[in-house]
């Protein structure tokens, strides 16, 4: 099971420091490929469950595997070359307003040493995919609030990541432009990338034909899959 699963999660449980428990036994399995959306009320565990993927935060009991490998037994040094694997969206953005928008997109690729012709191929590739080709010089103030978000997703895949994680992607935006984000999460699915969205959305949600997994006070109480 382990091997065929993007993301496995084997009773989980994090506390933080002052005792409260996030997450209290959590076993799922998502497999390569797939994708689903985490949903719950608020404070129900989401963004701890996507923090303990990316290596954010620690389980104190459990085991989680991503591609394949157990996070328990990962080398403090690798934690940047296993984060280039994962893409990783959040709702607002965390764009840098002082860099144009190619600036923005270019920084994972320049952390990585990537050689500056490559970064201008493979950022352009990444705008194109989002739409936003033309606004490769714009200042992200300059842009709509759905245009910011696209700006975060092109970001988050230009190092081609086989597993998309996102915070709350459409928290800010109106109904159709949160309709326009998850159709580009499809696409990126569509061509075997795996996502995992937590959303408040449920109506949005319920329209999209994939597994919902929900929490509740830190409990995995639908879609373990
Ligand atoms: N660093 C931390 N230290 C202590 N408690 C924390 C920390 N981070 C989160 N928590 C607590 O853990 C619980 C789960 O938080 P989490 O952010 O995972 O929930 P969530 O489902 O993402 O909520 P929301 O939808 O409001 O973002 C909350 O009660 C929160 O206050």
Redo the contacts with the bound molecule.
């Keep these: 099971m382990i091997g065929d699963s993007m993301i496995h999660f084997d009773r989980v449980s994090k506390r933080?420091?002052?005792g409260?428990e996030?997450l209290s036994e959590v076993s799922f399995s998502l497999r390569r490929g797939e994708m689903a959306f985490l949903t719950?009320h608020?404070?129900?565990?989401?963004?701890?469950?996507l923090k303990l993927i990316m290596l954010m935060e620690r389980p104190n009991q459990g085991r989680i595997y991503v591609g394949g490998q157990n996070l328990e037994k990962f080398p403090r040094r690798q934690i940047p070359y296993f984060r280039r694997h994962v893409g990783v969206v959040f709702q607002n953005h965390h764009l840098l307003f002082d860099r144009t928008v190619f600036q923005n997109v270019a920084l994972p690729l320049e952390i990585a040493g990537v050689s500056s012709r490559e970064i201008g191929r493979r950022v352009r590739a990444s705008l194109d995919k989002v739409g936003l080709l033309k606004k490769e010089n714009s200042l992200p103030i300059t842009l709509s609030g759905g245009e910011q978000q696209r700006v975060g997703i092109a970001r988050a895949v230009v190092n081609k990541p086989p597993l998309l994680l996102a915070d709350?992607p459409t928290g800010n935006l109106d109904p159709e432009l949160s309709a326009e984000i998850m159709r580009l999460f499809q696409q990126f699915n569509q061509v075997g990338v795996t996502v995992l969205i937590?959303s408040?959305d449920l109506a949005l949600i319920s329209h999209m034909k994939h597994r919902v997994m929900r929490?509740d006070h830190g409990q995995l109480v639908a879609g373990r899959g």
């Design positions: 933080y420091s002052g409260f996030a719950g608020s404070g129900a565990g989401k963004s701890t469950l709350e937590a408040h929490l």
